[in-house]
C-alpha cells in the first residue's frame, strides 16, 4: 500500500519535472524576462531611479509558481482536458500578451474557446476545408466545458494566492487619464507568472504549461487594502466556477443538445464578465485621488534605499515646503535643490493634516527628486499604458 502511494507521489513528481523543463514553458520564462526588460525601461526613463528589484522579484515569482503547480499536482487533480487543449490555451495567451497583456487572462480565453466549442459543435466542418483546419475544428468541437470551467477555476484560485502574497510588490507608479483627460496618479499592478500546471485526465497525466498575466490600475486608496478585496471577490469567483464546473460534470451529459449549448455559453459569459467585474472594482474610485492639491505635491511612490525613504517619506505624503518655499510644481522642488545642494530640509504633510519636518545632507549621487515620484502636474503628457510583448521590438 505505501509503496503504490510513493509510486504514484513520484509519477507526479516526474510529470511536475517534465512540464518544468517543457519548451512551452521555457517560452512562458522568455515572455517574462521581455515583461521585466520592459518595466526596467520604464522605470529609467520615467524616474531616472529603480524602483523595484523586478530581477530579483521575478525569480521569487516563477519559484512560488512552481510551488503553486506543485501543490496541485501533489493533490492528483482530474480535469479531462486535452493536451491539445493545454497547448491551445497557451498558444492563444501568448498571442493576446504579444498584444496587450492586459487582455492576457486565462479567464479571457476560456470564455473565448467556450463560445468557439459551442460555434464549432453547431456548425459542422466544410469536407472542402484542409486536413489541419478540419482537425482544428474537431479539437474546439470536442472540448469539455465542465472541465474547462474547473480549470479556470483553479487557476484563479492560484492567481488570488499570487495576487496575495507578491501582487503588491510590483505596483509600478504610473501617470494615466482620469476625468475630463485629466492626468491622475496610479498604480499600474502587474502580475505575471508562468505556471507549469499537472493534471489528471482519463488517460494519464497531462501538462497544462500557463501564464497567469493581470493587469490593473489603481487610482485611489490603498494597494494593499484594495488586493485584499480582490483576492477574497476572486476566491468567491473561483469556486462558483469550480462548482459550476463540477455541477456540468454531474448533469450536463443527460441534457439534449441545445440545453448543453445553452449552458455552455451561460459558462463563457460568466467565465468573462464576473472575472472582469472583479478587476473592475479593484480599478474603481473609492476616496481621494491620487493628485495633487494647493498644499503642495503628492508623493506617488518613493524609490527604496533613497533619500526620501531614509526620511520616513511615504507615498501619500505632501511635500508642503522645502527649505522654506512652497512646493507647487516640480520647478519648485528644482529651485529649492539647486539653493540648498548638500541638504535637504522639507516639511512634509501626512494624511491627517499634520506636517512635520525632515532633514538631511544629500550627494550629488542621490538627484534632484530624492527617489520621490510626485503625482503628475497639470498638462503633462507622460501618460503610460503596459502595451504587449511585442511593444519592445515594434515602436
Known amino acids: 500500500m505505501n509503496g503504490d502511494i510513493i509510486a504514484v507521489m513520484l509519477a507526479r513528481v516526474q510529470a511536475w519535472g517534465e512540464a518544468s523543463l517543457s519548451p512551452w514553458y521555457v517560452l512562458g520564462l522568455c515572455a517574462l524576462a521581455i515583461i521585466v526588460g520592459q518595466l526596467i525601461v520604464q522605470q529609467r526613463s520615467l524616474y531616472g531611479v529603480r524602483m523595484h528589484p523586478v530581477w530579483r522579484d521575478a525569480v521569487v515569482l516563477v519559484v512560488f509558481g512552481w510551488i503553486c503547480s506543485a501543490v496541485v499536482a501533489m493533490t492528483g487533480l482530474v480535469i479531462d482536458v486535452s493536451e491539445g487543449l493545454a497547448r491551445l490555451m497557451w498558444i492563444v495567451l501568448l498571442l493576446v500578451a504579444c498584444v496587450r497583456i492586459a487582455y492576457a487572462r486565462i479567464a479571457y480565453v476560456g470564455a473565448l474557446l467556450i463560445a468557439s466549442s459551442v460555434a464549432a459543435a453547431i456548425v459542422p466542418a466544410p469536407e472542402s476545408l484542409p486536413g489541419g483546419v478540419r482537425m482544428f475544428w474537431h479539437l474546439l468541437a470536442s472540448i469539455d466545458v465542465p472541465s474547462l470551467c474547473v480549470l479556470v477555476g483553479v487557476t484563479a484560485l492560484i492567481e488570488a494566492a499570487v495576487l496575495l502574497v507578491y501582487g503588491g510588490r510590483w505596483a509600478m507608479p504610473a501617470y494615466v487619464r482620469g476625468e475630463r483627460l485629466k492626468p491622475i496618479g496610479a498604480y499600474a499592478l502587474i502580475v505575471f507568472c508562468p505556471l507549469p500546471l499537472i493534471v489528471w485526465n482519463s488517460s494519464g497525466v497531462v501538462a497544462i504549461p500557463l501564464l497567469i498575466a493581470s493587469v490593473a490600475w489603481v487610482t ?29 460534470m454531474m448533469w450536463a451529459s443527460q441534457w439534449i443538445p441545445i440545453v448543453q449549448w445553452s449552458f455552455a455559453l451561460l459558462c463563457a459569459l460568466f467565465c468573462a464578465g464576473a472575472y472582469g467585474a472583479v478587476y473592475a472594482s479593484l480599478s474603481k474610485t473609492r476616496g481621494v485621488l491620487l493628485t495633487n492639491n494647493n498644499k503642495g505635491l503628492r508623493v506617488l511612490a518613493v524609490a527604496k534605499k533613497s533619500v526620501a525613504a531614509k526620511l520616513g517619506i511615504v507615498p501619500g505624503d505632501i511635500v508642503h515646503k522645502m527649505h522654506g518655499r512652497r512646493i507647487r510644481t516640480l520647478a519648485d522642488v528644482y529651485a529649492a535643490r539647486l539653493s540648498h545642494p548638500t541638504t535637504v530640509r522639507i516639511d512634509v504633510m501626512d494624511a491627517r493634516g499634520d ?37 519592445l521590438f515594434v515602436r
Not at 485584499?228 to 476566491?235: D, H, I
Open 220 to 248: 485611489s486608496g490603498s494597494v494593499r487594502v484594495r488586493l485584499r478585496s480582490t483576492v477574497r471577490m476572486l476566491v468567491l469567483y473561483a469556486l462558483a466556477l469550480c462548482a459550476v464546473g463540477a455541477a456540468g
Open 355 to 391: 506636517v512635520r519636518i525632515v532633514q538631511q545632507a544629500v550627494y550629488e549621487h542621490d538627484g534632484a527628486l530624492l527617489g520621490i515620484v510626485y503625482c503628475p502636474e497639470e498638462g503633462t503628457g507622460m501618460v503610460q499604458k503596459l502595451r504587449g510583448l511585442a511593444s
